[in-house]
């Protein structure tokens, strides 16, 4: 029986034949408790490498122990466990202590003998024989039957419930952090990253331990991480530090001595943060266009363009120790898969081993240019906003009108309004947000901009555009004429590909991705050391369907980037898939709008907290698949806590847990 070659200072041993204790294999290496003195007795979570060995061949799977490697823990080959070819073994962080079992996700290949163990079965993390010697039993295969061209069914998505949030990696260390209240919107993010850290109280103030223990300090940094206001401050901790003194295996294994991360943005960082976090110590370099460090955009048509925050405010902080070249103001114009190599401007070339394309998305502009003026911008980076705030207060802008009824029309509306401008907002179709939330929550918006003075028109476009050196003459579909000092373009987003063209990769609609987050070729392929992630990836999250999607949120990218790293290192076989629960915000003249999941693939809408006529309420969204009604989404208005019970149930199937009991919050 031939069996593969193993990795660099590894072997697989067939079985009858034995080797001294300290040189078991390490084919499959499992994560481990390991049981460290902190400031008190705690469990610490090890995660280490798993490769699984050939189907059917027997022989030793050794567990060997990362503190001490002459104590090895023999399991069976995994076609004897129920543990099927994921790619890798990823038991639940749960606290052995406690007694609490260990969840084994896994898929068993029709082919292989029934063990009786079906899938997700729960198996205590002590559960395993330990062995010093001996073999073990080979296991029959059951013959595999004719191959069919059957298509492979997508997974239901009830198999992802229970992967909601992003998988940490611990630290060592206990971690103190202070809120800015100047800056904090009570928005909820935090809570829902850390909710043992984090808590808003039934009157809607935010609540936090100040000094957060070791076991929590890895949630903690996700909530600075992923809050939009850049409103928590962080102290102490060594994320990513200790495991950064030799070179990981997964880094060393697959020869990933530099990594390039293109993109400057949130996602690009993320990804950046996190390889540094699961060990690798290569060389790592950050390719940005713009010329400043990765910074939060959303506050940039609110807060930013109001003058309540400085660009130094928005600058993200809770990755500020990471060790990694910057070639910022660089231009990417093109891209060899197969030499592994990026073309900038200039003629350089910089070769990668592994590559992270997170180059994020553009702001739309019109068909053509109606006019040149410089009274007519867009808002997408730093730059935008501020050439915006200096040439409205240059032209002395009194009238403003917007193109765009999203969620950066609407918010540069109130931002507008705020500051005593008169604001007529120009949407092409009707109501607002109708694309994202739908037409009954996209009427309320409508409501609550109109109550604050903004002149919204639906269901018009410009069709003509003249600069009379003063201002800017516009005239409406139906014969209107506005006369207005500035003009902003909030007409959406396209993804940052044209430098991939003739690269090889599909780039229709951003990068086309597979559920890993691995880009993939014309033909569908997977490209070996290549991620994508961010605004410009397109993927299918399988919690939902296999329909590939670009998803446009600051917290997506804080995770995306952190899968797209931890596939980078697991390689396109042994990689799980991306599953996240899409997440989102926005404040319309002081009401608090926040999301979960993805609304748009809702076929139906329920109210099921609070009302619409109050503008307090949570409304859930379902749709009808085979398997039955699925829950994709919800909504909330002004209730950032009753929104928190909503979200690890986005994708289940069945109906909504209490939506059918009486509506005790509903207000008249």
């Known amino acids: 029986m031939t069996v593969p070659e193993a990795w660099p200072g590894e072997a697989w041993q067939p079985q009858g034949e034995r080797l001294p204790q300290g040189q078991w294999p390490q084919q499959e290496t499992l994560q481990q408790w390991q049981w460290q ?51 890798s073994v990823a038991y639940a962080e749960q606290n052995p202590h406690t007694q609490q079992l260990l969840t084994v996700p896994h898929v068993r290949p029709p082919h292989l003998a029934p063990t009786g163990h079906e899938l997700g079965e729960h198996r205590h993390p002590q559960g395993t024989d330990q062995f010093h010697g001996g073999v073990l039993p080979a296991v029959q295969p059951v013959p595999a039957p004719t191959p069919t061209p059957t298509p492979v069914p997508v997974p239901a998505a009830e198999e992802f419930l229970s992967s ?73 901790g060594s994320p990513g530090t200790p495991a950064r003194r030799s070179r990981t295996r997964a ?23 996190r390889l540094r976090e699961r060990g690798f110590d290569g060389e790592l370099v950050l390719v940005g266009e713009e010329t400043r460090r990765p910074y939060s955009r959303p506050p ?27 070639l910022l103001g660089t231009h990417l114009i093109g891209l060899d898969p197969e030499q592994r190599t990026l073309h900038l401007r200039g003629g350089e070339r910089l070769p990668y081993d592994g590559l992270v394309l997170a180059t994020g998305v553009d702001a739309k502009r019109l068909p053509r240019t109606p006019v040149v003026s410089d009274r007519i911008r867009t808002v997408r980076t730093l730059t935008d906003a501020a050439a915006i705030q200096q040439a409205m207060h240059a032209a002395r802008a009194h009238h403003v009108v917007i193109l765009g009824g999203g969620f950066v029309g609407c918010e540069l509306a109130c931002t507008a309004r705020d500051h005593g401008m008169d604001v007529t907002l120009v949407v092409h179709s009707a109501p ?5 939330l739908g037409s009954r929550l996209g009427a309320v ?53 044209e430098w991939l063209h003739g690269s090889g990769l599909d780039v229709a ?63 396109p076989e042994r990689a799980s898939r991306f599953t996240p629960v899409p997440r989102f915000w926005s404040e319309q003249h002081g009401v608090r709008l926040q999301a979960v999941g993805m609304p748009a693939l809702g076929e139906r809408m329920e109210i099921v907290e609070g009302s619409l006529r109050s503008e307090s309420f949570v409304a859930a969204y379902h749709r009808d698949t085979p398997q039955g009604t699925q829950l994709v989404a919800a909504v909330a208005f002004d209730m950032p806590r009753q929104l928190l019970d909503h979200r690890d149930r986005i994708g289940r199937i069945g109906p909504l847990p209490g939506a059918s009991k009486p509506n005790r919050r509903r207000r008249r």
């Open 37 to 87: 003195w902190q400031w008190q007795w705690q469990w610490q979570w090890q995660p280490q490498a798993a490769q699984l060995l050939p189907e059917a061949v027997p022989g030793y799977v050794a567990d060997v122990r990362a503190y001490d490697p002459a104590a090895a823990e023999v399991r069976h080959p995994w076609w004897a466990e129920p543990i099927g070819p994921t790619g």
């Open 164 to 236: 909601s949030r992003p998988r940490l990696v611990p630290e060592a260390e206990p971690v103190k952090v202070s809120v800015d209240n100047n800056r904090c919107h009570i928005y909820g993010i935090c809570q829902q990253e850390a909710p043992e850290v984090f808590r808003i109280s039934e009157g809607g103030s935010l609540h936090y331990t100040g000094n957060v223990p070791a076991h929590l300090a890895a949630q903690a940094r996700q909530a600075v991480r992923c809050c939009p206001m850049q409103a928590i401050a962080i102290r102490g």
């Open 251 to 273: 880094a060393s294994r697959d020869g990933l001595r530099r990594i390039v991360v293109a993109g400057g943005g949130l996602a690009g960082l993320s990804a950046a943060s």
């Open 300 to 326: 940039l048509s609110k807060q930013f363009l109001a003058g309540e925050l400085s660009g130094e405010d928005l600058t993200f902080r809770a990755d500020e120790s990471l060790d990694a070249h910057w």
């Open 432 to 436: 607002l947000l109708r694309r994202v």
């Open 445 to 497: 918006v409508g409501r609550i901009q109109a109550r604050a003075g903004v002149d919204v028109r639906l269901g018009t476009e410009i069709s003509e555009w003249t600069d009379t050196g003063s201002g800017l003459r516009l005239r409406l579909d139906d014969g209107e004429v506005i006369d207005a000092d500035f003009v902003v373009l909030g007409l959406g987003s396209v993804p940052r590909t």
């Open 509 to 571: 609609d951003g990068v086309l991705c597979d559920a890993t987050c691995h880009a993939v070729d014309l033909t569908g392929r997977p490209v070996p050391g290549l991620v994508a992630a961010g605004d410009v990836a397109r993927w299918p999250n399988l919690r939902f369907d296999a329909t590939p999607r670009r998803v446009e949120h600051l917290i997506h990218a804080v995770e995306m980037g952190q899968h797209a790293a931890d596939s980078l290192l697991q390689g």
